[in-house]
């Protein structure tokens, strides 16, 4: 069992516990969690920033960039393939 699922699963589980969800009302709490999510989202996002700018100066490519050469190279393959099926290739 990967780490993620039995978490996901113990947060699910504790959630439903009357007093975890007592806790949950009180607009303290709620409040500390949407800051805590909000701080961690824009760390994130601080980091990424950074990350990109790094591999920039570093000449190296990006998640970004490799995401976008996989989609191109993906819709080439799938184009080919069109291609070969119409010339009767296989």
């Known amino acids: ?3 993620r699922d039995f978490v996901t699963r113990h947060t ?3 959630l439903q516990d009357p007093r975890v969800m007592a806790l949950m009302d009180d607009a303290r709490v709620s409040d500390g969690l949407v800051k805590a999510l909000r701080l961690r989202s824009r760390a994130q996002r601080a980091l990424e920033r950074r990350t ?4 920039g100066r570093l000449d190296l490519a990006t998640k970004k960039e490799v995401r976008e050469l996989r989609r ?3 819709r ?3 184009e080919l393939a069109r291609a070969r ?3 009767g290739e296989s």
């Open 12 to 14: 699910l589980r504790w």
């Open 52 to 55: 990109e700018a790094l591999a």
């Open 1 to 3: 069992m990967a780490v």
């Open 72 to 74: 191109t190279l993906r």
């Open 76 to 78: 080439l393959e799938n």
């Open 85 to 87: 099926q119409e010339r």
